[in-house]
């Protein structure tokens, strides 16, 4: 990466949290409460780094823009079916890809780099293309790492079961191995032991 390129990663990576440190709702961290977009692009960054060390730059700047204001397209504004939910995850992956290529434009990054960030953004190839598959490993990561307590309080049992078993079979052997680790509590340790007995 030459000088104007990092200069160009940077400034889209700042451009990045400052639009997702726009966000109402937030999360409390050291009793501070953190915009909980910004919170998020930050561990799904950590994790990214962590999965894959010699990150590219596309990679790390997907991970940072993956949700970039999505407050912005509540789940309410569409209708609460199972329909409505896949419309507003498709127009969602839209939005995000489209306000990270303005924001990378903006900051002086390249066509190639912002239509590869695009890509990623969109899932376009999945299950053919080694950073995608690290950043949905990312995203699996950061729920069970820090969105499981919340989506059991919120969720009927066996729909969460279902859902941890999805999340489960999108994941890497890598991955599988480090949310084994992770600290889950006795409600969530259960619930995940419970939906990985059920996979095939």
Avoid at 100 to 123: D, F, Y
Avoid at 152 to 180: D, H, V, Y
Wanted: glycine share 4%; hydrophobic share 40%; net charge positive.
């Amino acid at each position: 990466m030459n000088l104007d390129e990092e200069r160009a990663f940077r400034e889209a990576l700042r451009r990045f949290d400052e639009a997702n440190a726009q966000d109402p709702n937030t999360i409390l961290l050291a009793n501070r409460p953190i915009p909980y977009e910004l919170f998020y692009a930050e561990r799904l960054t950590e994790w990214v780094g962590r999965l894959r060390p010699n990150a590219s730059t596309a990679l790390l700047l997907a991970a940072r823009c993956q949700h970039i204001c999505r407050w912005l397209i509540p789940r309410d504004s569409y209708p609460r079916t199972r329909a409505g939910y896949l419309k507003w995850r498709t127009d969602l992956k839209q939005f995000h890809a489209k306000k990270s290529a303005e924001i990378m434009a903006e900051s002086g990054c390249s066509p190639g780099l912002i239509e590869r960030v695009q890509e990623l953004n969109l899932k376009k190839n999945l299950g053919n293309d080694e950073e995608l598959q690290v950043l949905e490993d990312a995203l699996c990561l950061v729920t069970l790492q820090h969105q499981l307590s919340d989506l059991i309080r919120k969720t009927e049992r066996e729909k969460m079961i279902s859902i941890l078993q999805k999340t489960w079979k999108k994941m890497s052997t890598g991955a599988r191995e480090e949310a084994l680790q992770l600290g889950y509590g006795r409600t969530e340790r259960s619930l995940l032991e419970e939906a990985l007995a059920g996979v095939q």
